[in-house]
């Protein structure tokens, strides 16, 4: 059976609460689990766990989120459509978003690029135990991103996980014994650091953004549609185009198909008002596609989230090349998170700390 499982990665996007319901999902979730994304749309994500895990994926949500994790990786069951296929072994990247959490699910499979994704991910965690053969011991090297600066601790006292049998005190002895508590219920926690999340086009030489979690670092409404290089610098363009190159590069599956291929790291400069980076008249061609139906990474139809309106829609025409002239006001330093995934390449950025 582990033979005929798609070696696909997709992209989703999860919200704070405390059954991680699904927001957003591209495709080749289906590939892999069998479901549409308009089938997921809106339901929780912890009840496609494995029985035996839930309590410790739920548990690891909830710290996911309070300690305002980036680009972490974990192993655990998920449970695929056709129930003779059972339950999925799949790594589960995952990123703390401002308000959301961003990630991908893939198939887990030993060898090369369980070492390159487990490698390159900030953090570790193998709930299945039969997958122990995936865990990641580092010999002390430091993160290659540090916490998001100047985050002030935002969780309220009434935050903290509650559960039947335990009290927050004896939840925390738990902790401090090495026990993890079974998480039952938390009050919705606070939006976190300050970064947003694109989605852009890995099969164009372009790189259109498919998808903007936010308006915090550019507005949604600019650069949907867009050539992700509109809004990086001219002096700083030949380096992200060599490092998205590079993410391409990993992102290929033994079968040679498009898939995850881990993290990369890199410091960039942000153009706010955009520029024109390839011409106002030439059009975005698009390479050969894994398949037909993956032309367009988009959202799944929802009045629930309206406001992420799927890529192809007149109002993300190309505005004016007026908005090429930039001043440094304009102009903002970002660290960034990149990765490869079947349905696109996945981007996190947030302002880089003066520190």
């Known amino acids: 059976m582990e033979s005929e499982t798609p070696r696909v990665s997709f992209i989703t996007i999860l919200d704070f609460s405390e059954d991680a319901r699904w927001l957003f999902l591209t495709e080749s979730v289906s590939d892999l689990l069998g479901f549409e994304p308009r089938e ?18 739920k548990q690891m949500h909830y710290d996911t989120i309070r300690e305002d994790k980036a680009a972490a ?18 790594a589960v990247s995952r990123t703390v978003v401002h ?45 290659p991103m540090a ?22 005190s004896d939840a925390s002895s738990s902790r401090s014994r090495g ?23 890995r099969f164009s030489i372009h790189c259109t953004v498919l998808y903007c979690s936010n308006d915090l670092l550019l507005s949604t409404t600019k650069v949907l549609g867009r050539s992700f290089f509109d809004f990086v610098t001219s002096r700083t363009e030949h380096n992200v185009r060599s490092w ?5 590069s990993w992102g290929v599956n033994d079968r040679g198909q ?31 596609r894994r398949r037909d139906a993956r032309n367009n990474c988009r959202m799944p139809s929802s009045p629930r989230y309206a406001s992420h309106s799927s ?31 079947s349905d696109g390449i996945l981007l996190v950025l947030r302002p880089t700390s003066n520190a």
């Open 40 to 57: 997921l749309l809106g339901r929780p994500a912890l009840e496609l766990v494995h029985p035996d895990e839930f309590s410790q994926v």
């Open 73 to 90: 990786l974990a192993y655990f069951r998920l449970k695929h459509k056709d129930p003779f296929k059972g339950y999925i072994l799949c």
């Open 99 to 143: 308000s959301v959490l961003v990630g991908s699910v893939s198939f887990a499979t030993p060898g090369g690029k369980a070492l390159q994704n487990t490698s390159t991910a900030q953090e570790v965690e193998v709930v299945t135990p039969s997958a122990k053969n995936f865990e990641l011991r580092r010999w002390g090297d430091p993160s």
């Open 147 to 168: 916490s998001s600066p100047s985050i002030l601790d935002l969780t309220p006292p009434a935050a903290c996980p509650s559960t039947d049998m335990d009290t927050s």
């Open 179 to 201: 026990k993890k508590p079974t998480i039952i219920s938390f009050n919705p926690l606070p939006a976190r650091s300050l970064r947003s999340a694109l989605i852009l086009d």
């Open 244 to 248: 998205i190159d590079v993410i391409k």
């Open 258 to 288: 498009p898939s995850d291929g881990g993290f990369g790291f890199g410091k960039f400069v942000l153009l706010l008002a955009g520029r024109d980076s390839r011409g106002e008249n030439e059009q975005d061609t698009p390479l050969s």
């Open 311 to 341: 890529p192809g829609t007149s109002s993300r025409s190309r505005p004016p090349s007026s908005l090429s002239s930039s001043t440094s006001d304009q102009e903002i330093s970002v660290d960034a998170i990149f990765s490869g995934h």
